[in-house]
């Protein structure tokens, strides 16, 4: 059975190669869609209830299971009759509206296990909590509120309500934006800053303004965090789209920004050729699960953006094309670039921005987007290679870090690669919100393979760090439902903080250091 399910895991679509199937981008998601299963409906358990009754061991719980891979998603027939969004007018609405795209899903957290470190989420984060659906039709707005399609309806409503109940019970914390703290103390609506954080600031403009920045100098400075200010002009610089020297830098934005327009004209138009439809479908289909919870990513202008910025990056890379995952990695870049507008960028609206400037907030987020992907590209060619190596890494570094951890997945059959490839094809991005992804991508960018070696230390430290609630979990579906649903939604800067300090300290100690501190 064991040998079986593993098959069933890495069975893909064969529609778009290299693809997979689609996940709700929230920030506590589903399961991976690997691990997606149809249940009988005698057996069907009702998370609500987790404890009563739990399969103790993998084998136990697969044989009460179907694999429900082979279930097609309801097709879209009319997505490729939608009018050519054109770049003079890109606010223009697709056929299917944004209130009808977003999905409003969260997380239902049923372990007590973990209740001692769970916050409530904010008010519009704890409506029909626990939906996992397999595709955006299920969902119909009617009078302004979400039902399910009567067709395919299994939500229990009392489950909803007394889930909702038990997350009201909880010890009250502050909400804290989902887009607003995504920076250092200097972001709009926080304290002013301490002399320190003045001295920092400072310390980045005289490096930026130099004729020629010293980027060792800068990534020293940056990893630790980069401040609001500076930290688009500094991104660009650290992910190498733009040169060190201060002179030729406007030459080479303008240049760059000018070929990537003359791209959208050469190729965007394919997009409903035979060859590309599927690639541009399965796009089509992902964006508006790309942080459905943030409005700003709602707005018709801005997937406009996102469509526009992945079909040609996934032309421009048949190798492995449009891959699922990769929409998740132009948010950060989008959001820091447009914050050089903009000082509230949850709130604000991309259309009514000049057309100028959402030309370069485009191109600019297109170029550093896929100077990341060239050093992650095995990630997502076929069978993606870079993904199994990563998660066999963390598995051995793992049991050298914390044997009691791996022996307890060991104990309950639970492979690294059931819950870590979401962690290594989402960059943790499914697991953290927006604001402490892009603290984590400053030092990311800042390290030398920050976003290859050094992430393997970061999943690990962020493992170690649900310690108690792991080994407190004694069954397969109880472990599987706690590392797909961590508790993360309050993190912020501090958070990241100390999890990128154990990364380091993880990273001395078992890569770095000399061979007699090794285990």
Same mark, same amino acid.
């Given at each position: 059975?064991?040998?079986?399910?593993?098959?069933?895991?890495?069975?893909?679509?064969?529609?778009?190669?290299?693809?997979?199937?689609?996940?709700?981008?929230?920030?506590?998601?589903?399961?991976?869609?690997?691990?997606?299963?149809?249940?009988?409906?005698?057996?069907?358990?009702?998370?609500?209830?987790?404890? +009563?009754?739990?399969?103790?061991?993998?084998?136990?719980?697969?044989?009460?299971?179907?694999?429900?891979?082979?279930?097609?998603?309801? $097709?879209? $027939?009319?997505?490729?009759?939608?009018?050519?969004?054109?770049?003079?007018?890109?606010?223009?609405?697709?056929?299917?509206?944004?209130?009808?795209?977003?999905?409003?899903?969260?997380?239902?957290?049923?372990?007590?296990?973990?209740?001692?470190?769970?916050?409530?989420?904010?008010?519009?984060?704890?409506?029909?909590?626990?939906?996992?659906?397999?595709?955006?039709?299920?969902?119909?707005?009617?009078?302004?509120?979400?039902?399910? +399609?009567?067709?395919?309806?299994?939500?229990?409503?009392?489950?909803?309500?007394?889930?909702?109940?038990?997350?009201?019970?909880?010890?009250?914390?502050?909400?804290?934006?989902?887009?607003?703290?995504?920076?250092?103390?200097?972001?709009?609506?926080?304290?002013?800053?301490?002399?320190? $954080?003045? +001295?920092?600031?400072?310390?980045?403009?005289?490096?930026?303004?130099?004729?020629?920045?010293?980027?060792?100098?800068?990534?020293?400075?940056?990893?630790?965090?980069?401040?609001?200010?500076?930290?688009?002009?500094?991104?660009?610089?650290?992910?190498?789209?733009?040169?060190?020297?201060?002179?030729?830098?406007?030459?080479?934005?303008?240049?760059?920004?000018?070929?990537?327009?003359?791209?959208?004209?050469?190729?965007?138009?394919?997009?409903?050729?035979?060859?590309?439809?599927?690639?541009?479908?399965?796009?089509?289909?992902?964006?508006?699960?790309?942080?459905?919870?943030?409005?700003?990513?709602?707005?018709?202008?801005?997937?406009?953006?996102?469509?526009?910025?992945?079909?040609?990056?996934?032309?421009?890379?048949?190798?492995?094309?449009?891959?699922?995952?990769?929409?998740?990695?132009?948010?950060?870049?989008?959001?820091?670039?447009?914050?050089?507008?903009?000082?509230?960028?949850?709130?604000?609206?991309?259309?009514?921005?000049?057309?100028?400037?959402?030309?370069?907030?485009?191109?600019?987020?297109?170029?550093?987007?896929?100077?990341?992907?060239?050093?992650?590209?095995?990630?997502?060619?076929?069978?993606?290679?870079?993904?199994?190596?990563?998660?066999?890494?963390?598995?051995?570094?793992?049991?050298?870090?914390?044997?009691?951890?791996?022996?307890?997945?060991?104990?309950?059959?639970?492979?690294?690669?059931?819950?870590?490839?979401?962690?290594?094809?989402?960059?943790?991005?499914?697991?953290?919100?927006?604001?402490?992804?892009?603290?984590?991508?400053?030092?990311?960018?800042?390290?030398?393979?920050?976003?290859?070696?050094?992430?393997?230390?970061?999943?690990?430290?962020?493992?170690?760090?649900?310690?108690?609630?792991?080994?407190?979990?004694?069954?397969?579906?109880?472990?599987?439902?706690?590392?797909?649903?961590?508790?993360?939604?309050?993190?912020?800067?501090?958070?990241?903080?100390?999890?990128?300090?154990?990364?380091?300290?993880?990273?001395?100690?078992?890569?770095?250091?000399?061979?007699?501190?090794?285990?």
């Amino acid at each position: 059975m064991a040998t079986e399910n593993r098959i069933h895991f890495w069975r893909r679509n064969a529609k778009v190669p290299g693809s997979v199937q689609p996940v709700y981008g929230a920030q506590h998601p589903p399961l991976d869609p690997r691990l997606r299963r149809t249940y009988p409906k005698d057996t069907k358990p009702k998370f609500n209830n987790l404890k +009563s009754k739990k399969a103790s061991s993998f084998h136990e719980f697969a044989r009460s299971t179907n694999d429900a891979w082979d279930i097609d998603e309801e $097709e879209d $027939e009319d997505f490729l009759s939608t009018p050519a969004p054109t770049l003079s007018s890109p606010s223009r609405h697709h056929s299917t509206s944004a209130q009808d795209q977003q999905q409003q899903i969260q997380d239902d957290d049923t372990e007590t296990g973990v209740s001692d470190r769970l916050a409530p989420p904010s008010t519009e984060a704890l409506d029909f909590q626990d939906v996992q659906e397999e595709d955006a039709e299920y969902w119909e707005h009617v009078n302004g509120k979400v039902v399910k +399609s009567s067709s395919d309806a299994h939500l229990n409503m009392s489950s909803v309500r007394s889930s909702l109940q038990k997350q009201q019970s909880l010890p009250v914390r502050a909400i804290i934006p989902l887009v607003a703290r995504m920076s250092d103390q200097n972001a709009s609506g926080a304290p002013p800053m301490t002399v320190r $954080e003045k +001295s920092r600031l400072d310390k980045f403009k005289q490096l930026l303004a130099s004729p020629n920045t010293d980027l060792e100098e800068l990534r020293k400075h940056s990893w630790s965090g980069i401040p609001r200010e500076v930290r688009p002009i500094t991104w660009r610089l650290l992910s190498g789209y733009l040169p060190a020297n201060k002179e030729r830098r406007e030459l080479v934005m303008k240049r760059k920004r000018e070929e990537y327009f003359g791209f959208i004209e050469q190729y965007y138009h394919s997009r409903t050729d035979e060859h590309y439809k599927d690639t541009y479908r399965q796009i089509h289909i992902d964006i508006p699960r790309t942080n459905p919870l943030i409005p700003l990513f709602q707005q018709p202008a801005v997937q406009e953006v996102f469509e526009r910025i992945l079909f040609i990056w996934a032309i421009r890379h048949p190798a492995s094309g449009y891959v699922q995952g990769i929409n998740d990695l132009v948010t950060p870049f989008f959001v820091v670039f447009l914050s050089e507008f903009v000082k509230d960028v949850e709130n604000s609206e991309v259309a009514a921005l000049p057309l100028d400037t959402q030309r370069n907030i485009e191109a600019d987020s297109f170029w550093c987007m896929s100077k990341l992907l060239d050093g992650i590209q095995d990630n997502y060619t076929f069978a993606q290679p870079g993904i199994q190596n990563k998660v066999k890494a963390l598995e051995e570094l793992v049991s050298r870090i914390d044997e009691d951890i791996h022996n307890h997945f060991k104990r309950y059959e639970v492979e690294y690669l059931q819950f870590a490839f979401r962690w290594m094809n989402n960059l943790l991005m499914r697991e953290l919100p927006l604001r402490c992804t892009i603290r984590l991508w400053d030092t990311y960018q800042a390290e030398t393979e920050g976003f290859t070696h050094f992430h393997l230390y970061v999943c690990s430290a962020f493992l170690i760090e649900w310690r108690k609630e792991i080994l407190s979990m004694v069954d397969f579906q109880g472990l599987l439902m706690l590392l797909q649903n961590l508790p993360t939604i309050h993190w912020g800067n501090e958070e990241v903080g100390l999890l990128l300090a154990e990364a380091y300290r993880l990273k001395y100690m078992f890569a770095d250091a000399p061979s007699h501190y090794k285990r």
